[in-house]
């Protein structure tokens, strides 16, 4: 069982001045890692990716969507999450690739619910379910799978082995296709295996873990 973690105030700290920067000023929740709090970045209708500005904390448009890639549920981050080393690590294991190293990100979340979410910019409380151990290149790229909080449908499914598996591949469709361009040869990304609940709370832990490192290092550079 995934140990239960603690909240650090210095991501807290950074986040008061003046709004509170998602990734940092944002806390993950007292009962983290069964629940969370997310920022979403995206939702199903967007035409455009939109991703966080990690300097200034605003959206930004990373990119027009160039080609019909629907998202199929809500997409974001874990505030106060990194994947660093810890992260790596984890996955460089499980796919028994040595070079394989965390991405510098905050660790993604894609969050299922039934409900039409008209816009990102805005904080969803979500229970994880599990995730795909996905490889980018040589970097970690996990996206764990939760489902919106007290959801009409979704929030009945603890784990996502209970999930139709037609939303499974749905989902899994979507990320291994979406950073593809027609005549590439090759892909780029591959989802190594799909985990249950347990691993997923494992890896929150160790992505807050690789955060608190990763945030003391920035504060006395």
Same mark, same amino acid.
């Given at each position: 069982?995934?140990?239960?973690?603690?909240?650090? +105030?210095?991501?807290?700290?950074?986040?008061?001045?003046?709004?509170?920067?998602?990734?940092?000023?944002?806390?993950?929740?007292?009962?983290?890692?069964?629940?969370?709090?997310?920022?979403?970045? %995206?939702?199903?209708?967007?035409? #455009?990716?939109?991703? $966080?500005?990690?300097?200034? *904390?605003?959206?930004?448009?990373?990119?027009?969507?160039?080609?019909?890639?629907?998202?199929?549920?809500?997409?974001?981050? $874990?505030?106060?999450?990194? /994947?660093?080393?810890?992260?790596?690590? %984890?996955? !460089?294991?499980?796919?028994?690739?040595?070079? #394989?190293?965390?991405?510098?990100?905050?660790?993604?979340? /894609?969050?299922?619910?039934?409900?039409?979410? !008209?816009? *990102?910019? #805005?904080?969803?409380?979500?229970?994880?379910?599990?995730?795909?151990?996905?490889?980018? *290149?040589?970097?970690?790229?996990?996206?764990? $799978? !939760?489902?919106?909080?007290?959801?009409?449908?979704?929030?009945?499914?603890?784990?996502?082995?209970?999930?139709?598996?037609?939303? #499974?591949?749905?989902?899994?469709?979507?990320?291994?296709?979406?950073?593809?361009? +027609?005549?590439?040869? *090759?892909?780029? /990304? @591959?989802?190594?295996?799909?985990?249950?609940?347990?691993?997923?709370? @494992?890896?929150?832990?160790?992505?807050?873990?690789?955060?608190?490192?990763?945030?003391?290092?920035? %504060?006395?550079?």
């Amino acid at each position: 069982m995934a140990k239960k973690i603690s909240i650090d +105030p210095i991501g807290k700290l950074l986040g008061l001045r003046h709004k509170s920067h998602p990734w940092h000023g944002i806390e993950i929740g007292e009962n983290a890692p069964e629940e969370l709090t997310c920022f979403i970045e %995206m939702v199903p209708t967007d035409t #455009v990716k939109y991703e $966080i500005d990690k300097v200034t *904390g605003y959206l930004t448009i990373d990119r027009p969507q160039k080609f019909s890639s629907i998202l199929p549920a809500l997409y974001g981050f $874990i505030p106060q999450t990194y /994947c660093g080393k810890r992260v790596g690590k %984890m996955s !460089a294991e499980a796919v028994n690739k040595p070079d #394989v190293v965390g991405d510098g990100d905050p660790l993604d979340v /894609c969050i299922l619910t039934e409900k039409d979410v !008209a816009h *990102g910019d #805005v904080l969803a409380r979500a229970i994880p379910i599990g995730g795909f151990k996905m490889i980018d *290149g040589n970097h970690a790229d996990d996206k764990i $799978i !939760a489902v919106l909080k007290n959801d009409a449908m979704y929030s009945n499914f603890k784990d996502i082995s209970e999930l139709p598996e037609s939303v #499974v591949n749905r989902l899994k469709h979507y990320f291994l296709t979406y950073k593809e361009m +027609p005549g590439e040869v *090759g892909k780029r /990304c @591959e989802i190594a295996h799909i985990y249950g609940r347990e691993k997923a709370h @494992e890896l929150i832990s160790l992505a807050v873990d690789d955060y608190k490192e990763h945030i003391e290092k920035l %504060m006395f550079e």
